[in-house]
Each structure stands twice: as C-alpha cells, then as structure tokens.
T-cell receptor, first 117, second 113 residues
C-alpha cells in the first residue's frame, strides 16, 4: 500500500520569506500523481499544485513550486514571498495510476504553517 | 461554475442513530469520492463512485455506505452511529479519469453525542 509521510507537524515563516515543506512517499508504481492541498481554518481543501510522475520538470504555480525527486520519492513544496493568507494546514497527497489506488488520494498527516507578520 | 456542494454543513446526532450526508459535484464531473477527517486518523478515504458504480472502497465498517444517482449527486450514510464517527466528512469530485485532479467541498461536520 502507498504511504505518504510529512515529517514536519508545524512550520513557521516570516511574511515575505521562503519556506519549504517536506513530503516523502512510498510506492511500487511507476506512474502516479502528487498533490499539495491547503486547508485553511474554513476547512475546505484547496488544490495548490500537482505533479505528474512522468514529467521531469518541477511544477510551478505563481509563488508555489515543488522539488520532485522521483528516485528519492520526495516531493517538497516551496512557498516564496510568503503571505499571511498562506497560513493553513498543508497536505501532501498521492494518487496512483493503476489498480486500487487509481480513484483515491492517500494523504500525509499534514504540516501546519504559521506566517508571522 | 459552482464548486462541490455538501449538505448539511453541521449536524449533531445521538449515538445509535443514522445520518445521511449529501454531495453535489461540480457540473460535468462524474466521479464523487468521500473522505473522513479526524484529528487522530487524519484524512481517510471512504469510497468513490463513478456513473452510479462504486469503483473503490476504503477500510471502513459496513455501517458506512454510499450511493450515486444518475445526475452524479451522491449520498453517504452512516448507521448505528458511534462517538468515534464524529468527524469532518469531505466530498470531492472529478471528471472521472485517473489523471484528473480532485476538487473538494467544504465538508459536513458531524458530531455524535
């Protein structure tokens, strides 16, 4: 079974600075998809960024970028120029491309990000 | 385009009762999945439906069930509620292929007393 590990329960960053959230995963599949979701206090899960495993290029969405290391099974999220609105719980998630993992997300435990003014 | 809509948003039930939660997916999405979020267990997959068929199911007891209607709306039911069923239940939708991104609703908060 696939597992996702987020080793940082909490992180903090100063406004306008950069922070990196870590995520590792375990899978025997060769094709899969990785996601970072943000869950603010409203509790709605909001997609931040996604990465296809077959793509070597790291995904970028405005101030958010990932460092995807397939061999190391590592998928970190970098937030540049942090803003107060970035404060939230961040979840790393895995979705397989075959078999039972096709139609579901496997989540890490989350990292609570605090942004200090 | 409207997002994923869940009703009710908040509810309180008594142990032993049953509850039904409803989810309307994004227009055009045919896949609906459900997740349970608790402080202790985190986010756990319940089940996923596509075109009224359950394609995948998580490791939950038979008290947890779901269904999907022909308009892609979905319901999940929990019978014989236990205190441990208190959680945020998140519904998510996607077009339905394994390459799709999954989009979430705001969740239904269930408290069992």
């Amino acid at each position: 079974a696939q597992t996702v590990t987020q080793s940082q329960p909490e992180m903090s960053v100063q406004e306008a600075e950069t922070v990196t959230l870590s995520c590792t995963y375990d899978t025997s599949e060769s094709d899969y998809y990785l996601f970072w979701y943000k869950q603010p206090p409203s509790r709605q899960m909001i997609l931040v960024i996604r990465q296809e495993a077959y793509k070597q290029q790291n995904a970028t969405e405005n101030r958010f970028s990932v460092n995807f290391q397939k061999a190391a099974k590592s998928f970190s999220l970098k937030i540049s120029d942090s803003q107060l609105g970035d404060a939230a719980m961040y979840f790393c998630a895995y979705r397989g491309d075959s078999g039972g993992s096709n139609y579901k997300l496997t989540f890490g435990k989350g990292t609570l990000l605090t942004v200090n003014p | 385009k409207a997002g994923v809509t869940q009703t009710p948003r908040y509810l309180i039930k008594t142990r032993g009762q049953q509850v039904t939660l409803s989810c309307s997916p994004i227009s055009g999405h045919r896949s609906v999945s459900w997740y349970q979020q608790t402080p202790g267990q985190g986010l756990q997959f319940l089940f996923e439906y596509f075109s009224e068929t359950q394609r995948n199911k998580g490791n939950f007891p038979g008290r947890f069930s779901g269904r999907q209607f022909s308009n892609s709306r979905s319901e999940m039911n929990v019978s014989t509620l236990e205190l441990g069923d208190s959680a945020l239940y998140l519904c998510a939708s996607s077009p339905g292929t394994n390459r799709d991104t999954i989009y979430f609703g705001e969740g239904s908060w269930l408290t069992v007393v």
